[in-house]
């Protein structure tokens, strides 16, 4: 069936098409009565207006480019999701590259790609230095908005930094004074920002970090480090991991080792992705919105597109702590 145009919705509605595309523009000085015949008559004809030639009228462009890194994890994902349903709410289409954020040439690549086509605006939630430096090489003409640096309302303290602190001020509730920290890779911002939330609150807890690994956020470097860890228990009673991805590893390798969590062993990961739930134990965690976080970066952008002041009502969810079956009291 044709899609339906305004000449159409005209004629079924009784009126010009010239009262019809008033209505659409927002008109407000059209009679009721006349109002609701064209209301009825685009329901009728389910009427979908062509964004298309409506910004080719305006001079603009309806796409967003969004520089894309490990959208195989859960953060990302979820991140990526809210964006891109925030931009199709608001009229826009999204342009999704994937680039790997620590990998210079590949950065460049993305965004030279990205910058031959004709586009509105930028978002970036690769979360790394290296994506963050290109961007400050670049002479950019388009708004740009970057899903990194995000901080608490009324504080100066990060949304990751206080992420890790909740998991620190959770073990040290639970008496933990000896605690280890499984690391992101240093090349991400976020991983770096959870860290300095940990450690900081942690000492400033009365407790100290005795033993530090890194991972690259999957449950394969957990696995692996869970591994190392199972062979020093008596240097720590309770463990924090970066990502959830990671300490769902990390559970998987101390039960293989025959180390009991919690019991033995407490550990709270961090993100809540939707599967730490399920695990055995189920994972404490601290719970991030990333949906809302990618919505929040993309509105803020388009906001700025249109030259618009941002919604000053909507304000980031702060990480709260989930605690769940792998976290305990200290062992004596």
């Known amino acids: 069936m044709k899609d339906a145009t305004i000449y159409d919705v005209a004629k079924r509605?009784?009126?010009?098409?010239?009262?019809?595309?008033?209505?659409?523009?927002?008109?407000?000085?059209?009679?009721?009565?006349?109002?609701?015949?064209?209301?009825?008559?685009?329901?009728?004809?389910?009427?979908?207006?062509?964004?298309?030639?409506?910004?080719?009228?305006?001079?603009?462009?309806?796409?967003i480019?969004?520089?894309?890194?490990?959208?195989?994890?859960?953060?990302?994902?979820?991140?990526?999701?809210?964006?891109?349903?925030?931009?199709?709410?608001?009229?826009?289409?999204?342009?999704?590259?994937?680039?790997?954020?620590v990998d210079e040439r590949s950065v460049d690549d993305a965004l030279d790609l990205m910058l031959g086509q004709q586009i509105a605006g930028i978002v970036v939630t690769a979360q790394t230095a290296v994506a963050?430096?290109?961007?400050?090489?670049?002479?950019?003409?388009?708004?740009?908005?970057?899903?990194?640096?995000?901080?608490?309302?009324?504080?100066?303290?990060?949304?990751?930094e206080h992420a890790g602190r909740v998991a620190a001020e959770h073990l040290a509730s639970l008496g933990h004074r000896r605690v280890a920290y499984v690391a992101?890779?240093?090349?991400?911002?976020?991983?770096?920002?959870?860290?300095?939330?940990?450690?900081?609150?942690?000492?400033?807890s009365g407790g100290a970090v005795t033993v530090?690994?890194?991972?690259?956020?999957?449950?394969?470097?957990g696995y692996?480090?869970?591994l190392r860890l199972a062979a020093r228990t008596d240097d720590f009673t309770g463990v924090a991991v970066a990502n959830d991805a990671m300490a769902m590893?990390?559970?998987?390798?101390?039960?293989?080792?025959?180390?009991?969590?919690?019991?033995?062993?407490s550990v709270v990961g961090n993100d809540d992705t939707p599967e730490a739930r399920f695990m055995v134990p189920s994972l404490s965690t601290v719970a991030l919105d990333f949906g809302f976080e990618g919505a929040h970066v993309m509105t803020s952008l388009i906001a700025r597109i249109e030259g618009r002041s941002p919604d000053t009502a909507s304000r980031l969810p702060v990480p709260s702590l989930v605690a769940r079956a792998s976290t305990a009291p200290a062992r004596g």
């Open 13 to 63: 509605a009784g009126v010009s098409h010239q009262t019809v595309s008033r209505f659409l523009r927002g008109f407000e000085g059209i009679r009721p009565a006349t109002r609701e015949k064209v209301e009825q008559a685009l329901a009728e004809l389910e009427y979908r207006p062509n964004s298309a030639a409506r910004y080719l009228r305006l001079q603009r462009t309806n796409r």
């Open 212 to 221: 530090t690994d890194v991972g690259d956020w999957s449950a394969a470097a």
């Open 249 to 265: 590893g990390l559970l998987a390798a101390l039960a293989a080792e025959g180390v009991s969590v919690p019991h033995e062993v």
């Open 132 to 160: 963050r430096s290109a961007l400050e090489r670049r002479a950019i003409s388009v708004p740009v908005a970057r899903d990194f640096g995000l901080m608490v309302e009324g504080t100066t303290e990060s949304i990751n």
């Open 65 to 101: 480019g969004l520089l894309a890194d490990n959208m195989q994890q859960s953060g990302p994902a979820r991140t990526i999701a809210g964006a891109t349903e925030a931009a199709r709410s608001l009229g826009y289409v999204t342009d999704i590259v994937s680039m790997d954020g």
């Open 184 to 204: 992101g890779p240093d090349q991400w911002l976020a991983a770096r920002e959870r860290a300095d939330g940990f450690h900081r609150a942690t000492t400033a």
């Open 224 to 226: 692996d480090i869970g």
